[in-house]
């Protein structure tokens, strides 16, 4: 108020000549600095200085959310992927990022913190479009990690079966959750279950892809199969609500939680099994064990189960193969051993071939699944109960025909 009292006597001469300033009171002064700086601003003189704050992709979210279309999700992993190279110190790390771009991979899921730091994924390989008769989802044994062999080499045997069906197959390897390291940690039991309640969700999703490119009516069939721990993950996914038209145990730890088909919500479902003989995980299919092991009934004798043989490696020495290696000595020999647990994959053997069929829909149909029989109650009769009469020695004496005994002894012992 001084100020402004100081100023006004500026003006009208009442101030010593050393006073004489033209003195605004504060409020005056920050609004003439406002409209200042928004006269600056509208004419497209930049006069507020940028923070250097990183950019929103939007498309890093799209790759996370249910529902979006699968080739937006593939894009936006395309940036995820890219991004994480530029953060990773590690070569070896980047160069197996730079091998998913490198290699066109398309990425359905991408999770490079998930499985602590050894990374979860799920991938389309092929083509979703109007040739496209089934949808085959894969999912993987234990330790299906980004930064293990399995990541290459489930890719690759999903791969041999598109390539073989002439645009009539697509598949997804689905591993995009914590999955176990090992045989040990494979027999736990609570790893499958919360993997089976994301792989029902997913193949969900999978059926509203198809729609949205083919329509309702395009009859497509989604295919299910799990290898090894992933059969128990496929078993944890039908107790859930899994969106299948068939399910293929392929040397499977187990059926799930379950006892009899009628356990699932969809007892009637087509389902397969496919182990070879001497294969060690036949140690422990439906093998009972201590509480929070196993993974259930054995495939191979549940009920309804169609089992499919192995049959015989190609007769080719020169194919290569689950390892890339020739098969050598072995061609034409059985399907068995501990090897064939990956060497069912083996292209364009028997057991390969069965795999195939049940993909494509060309496989021997399975049998009629009823409700499970359930034994008659048991219809007791009662007896009448015979309670024996005691005679007494004084009831002798009286007579009567009496003796001890009962009646049927008198007249002579």
Not at 22 to 36: D, E, I, K, Q, V
Not at 63 to 68: D, Q
Not at 90 to 119: C, K, M, T, W
Request: with cysteine; net charge neutral; charged share 20%.
């Amino acid at each position: 108020m001084q100020g402004w009292l100081l100023g006004s006597r500026a003006r009208r001469g009442s101030a010593t000549p050393g006073h004489r300033r033209l003195l605004w009171p504060p409020n005056r002064l920050r609004t003439g600095l406002t409209l200042a700086g928004l006269l600056l601003v509208t004419a497209g003189t930049q006069v507020i200085p940028t923070l250097p704050l990183p950019p929103v992709i939007v498309a890093t979210v799209a790759a996370a959310l249910p529902g979006v279309p699968f080739e937006t999700r593939i894009e936006a992993n395309r940036d995820r992927v890219a991004a994480t190279i530029a953060a990773t110190a590690e070569p070896g790390r980047a160069r197996v990022y730079q091998s998913i771009l490198d290699h066109d991979r398309q990425l359905l899921a991408f999770a490079p913190e998930a499985n602590q730091g050894e990374g979860a994924w799920a991938e389309l390989v092929g083509t979703i479009d109007e040739r496209t008769e089934a949808v085959g989802i894969l999912v993987p044994g234990s330790a299906a990690f980004i930064f293990d062999k399995n990541f290459y080499k489930y890719h690759r045997r999903a791969t041999h079966l598109v390539e073989a069906s002439n645009g009539r197959l697509a598949m997804v390897v689905w591993a995009a959750g914590s999955f176990p390291k090992g045989w040990l940690p494979g027999a736990l039991t609570r790893y499958p279950v919360p993997l089976g309640q994301a792989l029902a969700v997913f193949s969900h999703e999978l059926r509203a892809e198809i729609v949205r490119r083919l329509g309702a009516d395009a009859g497509v069939r989604i295919v299910v199969a799990g290898h090894s721990f992933g059969g128990a993950v496929v078993g944890a996914a039908e107790r859930a609500g899994l969106d299948a038209d068939a399910v293929l145990h392929i040397a499977s730890a187990g059926m799930g939680e379950v006892r009899d088909p009628f356990d699932y919500p969809d007892p009637t479902r087509p389902r397969y099994s496919l182990t070879a003989p001497g294969d060690l995980i036949g140690m422990i299919q439906g093998r009972p064990g201590l509480p929070g092991l196993g993974h259930g009934p054995d495939p191979e004798v549940f009920r309804c189960v169609r089992e499919l043989p192995t049959g015989r490696f190609p007769s080719d020495p020169d194919f290569l193969d689950d390892l890339g290696e020739p098969l050598g000595d072995r061609a034409g020999q059985p399907v068995q051993g501990i090897s064939s647990h990956s060497d069912v994959f083996v292209r364009f053997s028997h057991a390969w071939w069965q795999i195939y069929w049940v993909f494509t829909g060309a496989a021997a149909p399975v049998p009629e699944c009823p409700p499970p029989h359930k034994p008659e109650p048991i219809r007791a009769r009662v007896l009448p109960l015979a309670v024996p009469r005691v005679v007494t020695d004084s009831q002798c004496r009286a007579g009567g025909g009496l003796r001890p005994g009962g009646p049927w002894l008198a007249g002579g012992r």
